[in-house]
Structures are given as C-alpha cells and as structure tokens.
C-alpha cells in the first residue's frame, strides 16, 4: 500500500483547508485508515480514524466539530475537511492504512495556521 498525502499549506486562524490521501496497492487489504500529525517537539497523536466497511469514525476531542474525514471509494482516495482552524493545529499531517500485518504511513503535509 502506498500512500500520498496533499493539500496542505499555509492559511490564516479560522479558515480552512483541505487534505487529501490517495491510496495506491493493495487497497483492498485495508482494514482502517486515518489522520494522524506531529508538532514540532510533540509525539505523533491521532486526528480520526476510520475502521472500513463500517464506517466507523472516531475523532479526537480537540477537532470533534471542526474536523471531517471522509472517502471516496472509487477514487481510493480519503479526505480530511479542516474547518475553524487554530494556530494549535500547526502540525505536519500523516495518513495512515493499517492492514492485518503492517501500517502504513504517507510522507506527510505539512500545515500551518498563522495566528
């Protein structure tokens, strides 16, 4: 599995962007898919994640209402909606596709809020 992640950049407090991930490979192996990002100086945390088939999504709790995953199954491709964006939410952007044996990580995006 491959992935690639774009759509990040440079916006100010309150505006919003765009993530995409396309995926590439074996997708079909793919039990889960999320968002994850690493501030400088910070560990790596969860932004969402997505369990397939079900549909299944949990965010953490300093996006719940700001931030929105979705999918498009046709195009293997996932997106992260970013709304009401924060300086706190500089970070660079990963996604991530987990399967039976392995987790896969994109090469990050890099987003930044200016306050």
């Known amino acids: 599995v491959q992935l690639v992640e774009s759509g990040g950049g440079l916006v100010q407090t309150g505006g919003s962007l765009r993530l995409s991930c396309a995926a590439s490979?074996?997708?079909?192996?793919?039990?889960?898919m999320g968002w994850y990002r690493q501030a400088p100086g910070k560990q790596r945390e969860l932004v969402v994640h997505?369990?397939?088939?079900?549909?299944?999504?949990m965010y953490a709790d300093s996006v719940k209402g700001r931030f929105t995953i979705s999918r498009d199954n046709a195009k293997n491709t996932m997106y992260l909606q970013m709304n009401s964006l924060k300086p706190e939410d500089t970070a660079v952007y990963y996604c991530?596709?987990?399967?039976?044996?392995?987790?896969?990580w994109g090469q990050g995006t890099q987003v930044t809020v200016s306050s």
């Open positions: 997505i369990i397939s088939g079900g549909d299944t999504t």
């Open positions: 490979g074996s997708t079909f192996s793919i039990n889960a």
């Open positions: 991530n596709a987990v399967t039976s044996v392995h987790t896969y």
